[in-house]
């Protein structure tokens, strides 16, 4: 799928649904590193858990004619595409995160969402040095300039593919 820009345009604005799907990303990062650790520190006793846990039914519904097995390995290879989707767009994210050129909206959005703080939480942690009303603005920004920089590197033309 082609890049749809203006002409002569270097620097694409984010629409209002990619910012939307950015703050929506961006709450789920703390959570998407969390279930990809998991998956990588149990992976192998997920496979078996499936394994035997099909072999079990089986046996219980004397069920001769349905491949158990497979059942299980289809499981592990889902949870394995989820692993690499979770992957790619928290890569995508750190890098988008690395490109804020703003000191103070950048550590907003590190504390907020990077790290996984609360709004409240963000909000008071940054209270000594800034206003509520700045810290909501300076996280909006830093929003923002995610979901630019991921528009750039073509983030949302994969994202709208794979959903």
């Known amino acids: 799928m082609a890049m749809v820009w203006e002409q002569g345009e270097l620097f694409p604005t984010a629409s209002e649904q990619e910012i939307q799907r950015t703050k ?39 069920d001769l004619h349905a491949d158990k097995t497979a059942n299980a390995t289809i499981l592990i290879e889902k949870q394995r595409w989820v692993y690499k989707q979770y992957q790619f767009y928290t890569q995508q994210i750190r890098r988008a995160w690395g490109l804020i050129q703003d000191p103070e909206a950048k550590q907003a959005v590190d504390y907020r969402y990077i790290q996984g703080y609360s709004y409240k939480e963000t909000l008071l942690f940054f209270r000594r040095s800034l206003s509520d009303s700045t810290i909501r603005r300076k996280i909006g920004e830093g929003m923002e300039s995610v979901a630019e920089s991921l528009k750039i590197m073509g983030f949302f033309e994969q994202y709208d593919e794979k959903f």
């Open 24 to 62: 929506f990303l961006l709450g789920k990062y703390t959570k998407m590193l969390a279930l990809m650790k998991d998956f990588e520190n149990y992976e192998e006793e997920l496979k078996q858990v499936a394994i035997d846990g099909e072999a079990a039914r089986r046996v219980d519904q004397e």
